[in-house]
């Protein structure tokens, strides 16, 4: 059964740094993963999504790296700012949906991050 | 920015209710989802959609059933709500595409049960 752990799960840091979240699962044979965040009371954002494939994805002062073989993925904050603060997801796909039509995400509990002014 | 919406975004609603959750998407994605996710926890899924009347039960276990007659609108129904329903419910959809198949969420309702 997959499992994913998000360390650590609650961060609180100054405006300015940069920051790396940590995101581990068990089950390597995944296809993809989505890093997501959520603001408190509301849905889920989409950040980055890495293909089982590829080593990295970046968006603006995001960058996300996968390690399949090892079972980890960070998510990288460059230059931290009070608007970041929220919780991040990570999500790992089980099936491969070109085949079944269907991706299954597996949720981490997520880290807080709270980036003070 | 993703065009789904769900409503109500908070209900609170005695014990023995009938409720029903919407959700609405105008992607035009085949795929639709429900999440739960109670406060501090995974989410975990409850119900998925291929497409028009097909509808499948997710890893957890749910007492809620849910209906797809149109692309757009992937309505959940309690029939008897209970304090044990009381959770985050959160509706998604996606679409195959060359980067993989990525999820877009609502803002979810936030289900109080009394």
């Known amino acids: 059964k997959q499992e994913v752990t998000q360390i650590p799960a609650a961060l609180s840091v100054p405006e300015g740094e940069n920051l790396v979240l940590n995101c581990s699962f068990t089950?390597?044979?995944?296809?993809?993963l989505q890093w997501f965040r959520q603001d408190p009371g509301k849905g889920l954002t989409s950040l980055l999504l890495?293909?089982?494939?590829?080593r990295e994805q970046t968006s603006g002062r995001l960058n996300a790296s996968l390690d399949k073989s090892s079972g980890r993925s960070t998510l990288y904050i460059a230059a931290s700012q009070p608007g970041d603060s929220a919780t991040y997801l990570c999500?790992?796909?089980?099936?491969?949906?070109?085949?079944?039509?269907?991706?299954?995400?597996?949720f981490g509990t997520g880290t807080r991050l709270l980036v003070s002014p | 920015e993703a065009d789904i919406y769900q409503t109500p975004r908070y209900l609170v609603i005695g014990t023995g209710k009938k409720i029903t959750l919407e959700c609405s998407q105008t992607m035009g994605h085949d795929k639709m989802y429900w999440y739960q996710q109670d406060p501090g926890m995974e989410l975990h899924l409850i119900h998925y959609?291929?497409?028009?009347?097909?509808?499948e039960k997710g890893d957890l276990s749910s007492e809620s059933t849910v209906s797809r007659i149109r692309t757009e609108h992937f309505p959940l129904t309690l029939e008897s709500a209970r304090p044990s329903h009381t959770s985050q419910y959160l509706c998604?959809?996606?679409?195959?595409?060359?980067?993989?198949?990525?999820?877009?969420f609502g803002p979810g309702t936030r289900l109080t049960v009394t």
């Open positions: 089950d390597s044979a995944i296809y993809n």
């Open positions: 959609s291929y497409g028009v009347n097909s509808t």
């Open positions: 999500a790992v796909s089980r099936t491969n949906p070109m085949n079944t039509g269907f991706q299954k995400l597996v």
């Open positions: 998604a959809s996606s679409e195959v595409s060359g980067t993989g198949d990525e999820q877009y």
């Open positions: 890495i293909q089982s494939s590829q």
